[in-house]
């Protein structure tokens, strides 16, 4: 079954400790991109990746990094998390060609609390 | 940046009926895609349409990109169908970052 997973499903965590979400799809796709989304605010996106190893900035990228070692995984690092990290994080995937089929597919969603 | 307005904000109606929701845009897009968010959060994407028109069931959408908005239609309506519809949009300008508009909040009532 084609999908996009991310773990873990939900964290609680305190300011300060190191956490990474995972992000894994099974379709091949070369474009991967990490959203967060807050009440009233819709998704802003955080960081994408074109293809393996070539990752740039979205809209709303401080406090966040990302890695693109593999081209099914692209995984987001807090490596410093702050209470206004607190968000709900989705992870999403396209093939980007050809042109008609470049929809995103998005993974379940990771609920994260920052106390 | 580009910018993307989404009306209604919020909407109610009863079973069978129909709807329109609108997406606006304020610059040349490459991508514009509509996806659903239902009640337990899931992202669903519903239709890729940088222009024309397209059809899916009870849903259909247009987009008209000289005049930079799009139109999602939800014909006959069920409950099934209530959750968020959100449209994003990728600029002509090829930078590959998405901006979502801030939904259309629906609630289809039985």
């Known amino acids: 079954e084609a999908q996009v997973t991310q773990n873990p499903r939900y964290l609680i965590t305190v300011t300060g400790k190191k956490l990474t979400v995972t992000c894994s799809q099974n379709m091949n796709h070369e474009y991967m991109s990490w959203y967060r989304q807050d009440p009233g605010l819709g998704l802003r996106q955080i960081y994408y990746?074109?293809?393996?190893?070539?990752?740039d900035k979205g809209d709303v990228p401080e406090g966040y990094k990302v890695s693109r070692k593999e081209k099914r995984n692209f995984p987001l690092i807090l490596e410093s998390p702050s209470p206004n990290q607190t968000s709900l994080y989705f992870c999403?995937?396209?093939?980007?060609?050809?042109?008609?089929?470049?929809?995103?597919?998005f993974g379940p969603g990771t609920r994260l609390t920052v106390l | 940046g580009i910018q993307v307005e989404q009306s209604p904000p919020d909407l109610i109606l009863q079973e069978g009926a129909n709807s329109t929701l609108r997406c606006n845009f304020s610059?040349?897009?490459?991508?514009l895609q509509w996806f659903h968010q239902n009640p337990w959060g899931q992202l669903i994407n519903l239709f890729y349409i940088p222009s024309g028109t397209k059809q899916n069931g009870r849903l259909s959408a247009t987009t008209v990109a000289t005049e930079r908005y799009s139109l999602l239609y939800i014909s006959s309506s069920q409950t099934t169908d209530s959750g968020v519809y959100f449209c994003a949009v990728e600029g002509a300008s090829g930078t590959y970052k998405y901006i979502f508009g801030t939904g259309t909040r629906l609630k289809v009532l039985a």
């Open positions: 999403a995937s396209s093939a980007r060609l050809p042109r008609s089929t470049d929809t995103q597919y």
């Open positions: 610059d040349s897009v490459n991508n």
């Open positions: 990746s074109m293809n393996v190893e070539v990752t």
